[in-house]
């Protein structure tokens, strides 16, 4: 542990799956900046090469590796080119998730509207999408007996969020395997190895966008619902999530394990009255 500068980050080599996405590509972005080696991962090479080429245009290093978190002979390719490569991980940030229209329920639906297949999909992509990745990477990290992995959990975790069925499901399995997983490393490994997550509010991106904008920028009924239901009045920027992100990848949470930390700008402690 390094006790003169517990939020260095410098040397150190990362992975962040869903790199070309809003949430993961600000916080590859962000840790290019403080000195880490990044490896960008995602399955649509264009979006995952502008992450690694905004990075290396600003003077970190970065490496972009189009792969696919649900399969495993791609996983196992991106841990072979990491070891030849770079020789060692130190952060595991599971980025990648998403949504899709058949597991949500819209208001002119009822549950029993929803397709099977769908919630499998958005299943598969939220909580099997982690579990991979950590369980291949993850590997690097037990063998060299240090790393921190961060999770992406949600607000549709701890509070029910109307419509998206199988997004609050899936993220709910990944928050707990999160915990799961953080007991697991520390009793078999040590406390070389810690599992966190992170909860975001609400954010905008592409995915969500027409579901809480409006063409001309003003907001949508449930777009306002949910600001009304933020103290802070307003969605979050994915920027903002790069403090709690630094804080669970440093030294500075040597001690931490299995937690999650919600950055919603109070959507978490409102009560709506």
Same mark, same amino acid.
């Given at each position: 542990?390094?006790?003169?500068?517990?939020?260095?980050?410098?040397?150190?080599?990362?992975?962040?799956?869903?790199?070309?996405?809003?949430?993961?590509?600000?916080?590859?972005?962000?840790?290019?900046?403080?000195?880490?080696?990044?490896?960008?991962?995602?399955?649509?090479?264009?979006?995952?090469?502008?992450?690694? @080429? %905004? &990075?290396?245009?600003?003077? !970190?290093? /970065?490496?972009?590796?189009? #792969?696919?978190v649900l399969q495993e002979n791609s996983m196992q390719e991106i841990k072979?080119?990491?070891?030849?490569?770079?020789?060692?991980?130190?952060?595991?940030?599971?980025?990648?998730?998403?949504?899709?229209?058949?597991?949500?329920?819209?208001?002119?639906?009822?549950?029993?509207?929803?397709?099977?297949?769908?919630?499998?999909?958005?299943?598969?992509?939220?909580?099997?999408?982690?579990?991979?990745?950590?369980?291949?990477?993850?590997?690097?990290m037990a063998d060299q007996n240090k790393g921190s992995i961060v999770n992406?959990?949600?607000?549709?975790?701890? @509070? %029910? &969020?109307?419509?998206?069925? !199988?997004? /609050?499901?899936?993220?709910? #399995?990944?928050?707990?395997?999160?915990?799961?997983?953080?007991?697991?490393?520390?009793?078999?490994?040590?406390?070389?190895?810690?599992?966190?997550?992170?909860?975001?509010?609400?954010?905008?991106?592409?995915?969500?966008?027409?579901?809480?904008?409006?063409?001309?920028?003003?907001?949508?009924?449930?777009?306002?619902?949910?600001?009304?239901?933020?103290?802070?009045?307003?969605?979050?920027?994915?920027?903002?999530?790069?403090?709690?992100?630094?804080?669970?990848?440093?030294?500075?949470?040597?001690?931490?394990?299995?937690?999650?930390?919600?950055?919603?700008?109070?959507?978490?402690?409102?009560? !709506?009255?």
């Amino acid at each position: 542990m390094n006790m003169d500068n517990l939020f260095d980050l410098t040397n150190k080599v990362a992975v962040v799956t869903g790199a070309g996405g809003a949430l993961g590509g600000a916080a590859a972005r962000y840790l290019g900046a403080q000195g880490v080696t990044v490896v960008c991962v995602g399955r649509t090479a264009n979006t995952i090469e502008s992450t690694s @080429r %905004a &990075i290396n245009n600003s003077g !970190g290093i /970065s490496l972009p590796l189009p #792969g696919d978190v649900l399969q495993e002979n791609s996983m196992q390719e991106i841990k072979e080119r990491i070891m030849s490569e770079y020789g060692q991980l130190d952060i595991l940030l599971n980025a990648a998730g998403g949504n899709q229209p058949g597991a949500v329920v819209s208001p002119d639906q009822s549950f029993f509207d929803m397709s099977i297949d769908a919630f499998q999909q958005v299943t598969d992509l939220n909580l099997k999408g982690t579990v991979l990745p950590s369980l291949i990477l993850g590997k690097i990290m037990a063998d060299q007996n240090k790393g921190s992995i961060v999770n992406y959990s949600s607000m549709a975790v701890p @509070r %029910a &969020i109307t419509r998206v069925a !199988g997004y /609050s499901a899936s993220k709910a #399995g990944a928050e707990n395997f999160t915990r799961w997983m953080a007991v697991e490393m520390a009793h078999k490994l040590g406390e070389g190895i810690r599992v966190n997550a992170v909860a975001p509010g609400f954010f905008i991106g592409d995915q969500n966008r027409a579901l809480l904008t409006n063409p001309d920028g003003s907001l949508t009924s449930r777009g306002a619902a949910i600001v009304r239901n933020t103290p802070f009045g307003r969605f979050g920027e994915p920027e903002e999530l790069n403090g709690a992100i630094h804080y669970l990848c440093s030294d500075a949470s040597h001690f931490v394990t299995g937690i999650v930390i919600p950055v919603d700008g109070g959507f978490s402690a409102f009560s !709506g009255v």
